[in-house]
């Protein structure tokens, strides 16, 4: 009897492991072709993966079209998907419209984290090259033919995988959880501590995500000095941030400063401490 529920348990397992990955898997993902990363200017494509999964094997549809020209190939491919990889073999050759592209493979791994499948296709010949894959899953239609009238998404794609911007699915799960916390400063003091430099970059990657997204720097300082030294040091609080942003590439046009002085504590002013927690710039995504 403990035999047989152990058989059955593995057996779900089983099922749920290749439910969950066909899941994962199967769809239209779209990405760049780039031919030799070490050739100046690169040779670029626009790449598209028709993949169907079933118990960790793969057929799949692969597209080709190179970059900016009304030029594309399509080729049938399958071969087997484990946890976070697979290798798909060229199979058969379905159509070519002014390219010539030969026998391939494509090796890929799947990154949980940014959500892009990445690596290389390899020629028939080769056992390694310099080529890169980048695609990502999108709900876009499948086409026999030359899918789009313009590759300007390629040069996006390629920005967005240099700047260290996820895919877009995962770009929105991102949004959803991140959580702001302040930046706090030393007394009388407006210059970032390196401490906050990881958590800034953070936001810098929100920012790069979201194109339609800007933000809203509020600086505070605590209790001790005047009022209007305190606007004045709040004031500068804010725009250290501005220039720490604007320096990793953020335009000043998506930011807002506001500076609030002493007036709008978050802890007394009574105690060291909670001065500490009152020197601060908060931040808003508006």
């Known amino acids: 009897?403990?035999?047989?529920?152990?058989?059955?348990?593995?057996?779900?397992?089983?099922l749920r492991f290749t439910t969950f990955h066909a899941q994962k898997f199967s769809g239209t993902w779209q990405g760049f072709y780039q031919e030799d990363t070490t050739i100046s200017p690169e040779k670029m494509n626009a790449i598209y993966l028709n993949l169907n999964v079933i118990n960790g094997l793969a057929d799949a549809k692969c597209k080709i079209e190179p970059y900016q020209k009304n030029e594309f190939g399509v080729y049938l491919l399958n071969g087997q998907v484990e946890i976070n990889s697979m290798k798909l073999n060229f199979s058969n050759k379905n159509k070519e419209v002014g390219v010539t592209q030969g026998e391939f493979s494509l090796q890929l791994i799947y990154n949980p984290t940014?959500?892009?499948?990445?690596?290389?296709?390899?020629?028939?010949?080769?056992?390694?090259?310099f080529s890169k894959?980048?695609?990502?899953?999108?709900?876009?239609e499948w086409k026999e033919t030359h899918q789009e009238t313009s590759h300007v998404w390629v040069d996006r794609l390629r920005k967005d995988v240099k700047n260290g911007v996820s895919s877009p699915s995962v770009r929105k799960e991102e949004l959803k959880s991140f959580v702001f916390q302040p930046v706090y400063f030393d007394y009388d003091q407006f210059a970032i501590r390196k401490e906050f430099t990881t958590y800034l970059l953070e936001i810098v990657k929100m920012l790069n995500s979201h194109s339609d997204l800007r933000l809203r720097i509020t600086g505070h300082t605590d209790g001790d000095g005047s009022n209007a030294?305190?606007?004045?040091?709040?004031?500068?609080?804010?725009?250290?941030?501005?220039?720490?942003?604007?320096?990793?590439g953020i335009e000043k046009s998506r930011i807002v400063i506001d500076f609030k002085g002493e007036s709008n504590p978050v802890d007394s002013n009574d105690s060291e401490e909670g001065k500490q927690r009152n020197r601060r710039v908060d931040f808003e995504f508006i």
């Open 1 to 14: 009897m403990v035999h047989r529920l152990t058989f059955l348990v593995l057996i779900v397992n089983i």
């Open 114 to 129: 940014n959500g892009y499948l990445s690596g290389q296709l390899i020629k028939k010949g080769q056992t390694s090259s």
């Open 133 to 140: 894959v980048v695609l990502y899953k999108q709900g876009i």
């Open 229 to 248: 030294y305190n606007l004045t040091l709040s004031k500068n609080r804010a725009k250290s941030l501005i220039e720490f942003f604007n320096t990793c």
